[in-house]
């Protein structure tokens, strides 16, 4: 079964700053996908990031971008220029090829923004 | 982007009624929904999937006729709580599988507070 570790139950970080949320997983497979979830405070679940394991190019969506290293099977998500709206839970989730589109998620990350 | 609607937001109900939850695709049609239930700053924990068609598959521990699962189109699954009681106060989320290919993604819905009394 594969699991999902996210490390970091809670951090800060300054307006315009960068922070880097880590993410590690297990799985004997070699096609998966990985993704990034934010909830907000609203609790909507919104997708930040996906990244295909079969492609070696680190995913980016504007300030977001995540550091795929599938040998050492981690996937950190980087938040350049930090915004108070990016406040919020983000959740480290993986996706198995063979699995009908079943997420396995981590624990969860806390993050705070202060102005 | 793909859109996933839930209903109702937000349900309080006395001890021993049911309670219905919908899930919608908006703009997609989706074979496989998910069920998922949420505690206050924990992460998501999956009830069930729910297949169009055929039976739901659920998690261990979900007893399957507390919660009965339909998804009789392929843009719609209902939870429905039965005989609910306190314990079952939580936050229910569902979730769509987006299945095209190299695109496999799940989208999720607002989310459902539901209180027992």
């Known amino acids: 079964a594969q699991t999902v570790t996210q490390s970091q139950p809670e951090m800060s970080v300054q307006e315009a700053e960068t922070v880097t949320l880590s993410c590690t997983y297990d799985?004997?497979?070699?096609?998966?996908?990985l993704f990034w979830y934010k909830q907000p405070p609203s609790r909507q679940m919104i997708l930040v990031i996906r990244?295909?394991?079969?492609?070696?190019q680190n995913a980016t969506e504007n300030r977001f971008s995540v550091n795929f290293q599938k040998a050492a099977k981690s996937f950190s998500l980087k938040i350049s220029d930090s915004q108070l709206g990016d406040t919020a839970m983000y959740f480290c989730?993986?996706?198995?090829?063979?699995?009908?589109?079943?997420?396995?998620f981590g624990q969860g990350t806390i993050l705070t923004v202060h102005p | 982007g793909a859109v996933v609607s839930q209903h109702p937001s937000w349900v309080i109900c006395k001890s021993g009624t049911s309670v219905k939850i919908e899930c919608r695709s908006l703009?997609?049609?989706?074979?496989?929904m998910f069920w998922y239930r949420q505690f206050p700053k924990q992460s998501l924990m999956l009830m069930a999937t729910?297949?169009?068609?055929?039976?739901?598959?659920?998690e261990q521990g979900v007893e399957k006729d507390k919660f009965l699962i339909n998804h009789a189109s392929l843009t719609l699954s209902t939870l429905t709580v039965t005989s609910a009681h306190p314990e079952d106060s939580s936050f229910y989320i569902c979730?769509?599988?987006?299945?095209?290919?190299?695109?496999?993604?799940?989208?999720f819905g607002p989310g459902t507070r539901l209180l027992v009394l």
């Open positions: 979730s769509a599988r987006l299945g095209t290919s190299g695109q496999e993604t799940q989208y």
């Open positions: 799985t004997s497979e070699n096609n998966y996908y």
């Open positions: 990244q295909e394991a079969y492609k070696q």
């Open positions: 989730a993986f996706m198995s090829g063979t699995s009908y589109g079943k997420l396995t």
């Open positions: 703009d997609f049609q989706a074979t496989t």
């Open positions: 729910s297949n169009e068609g055929s039976k739901a598959t659920y």
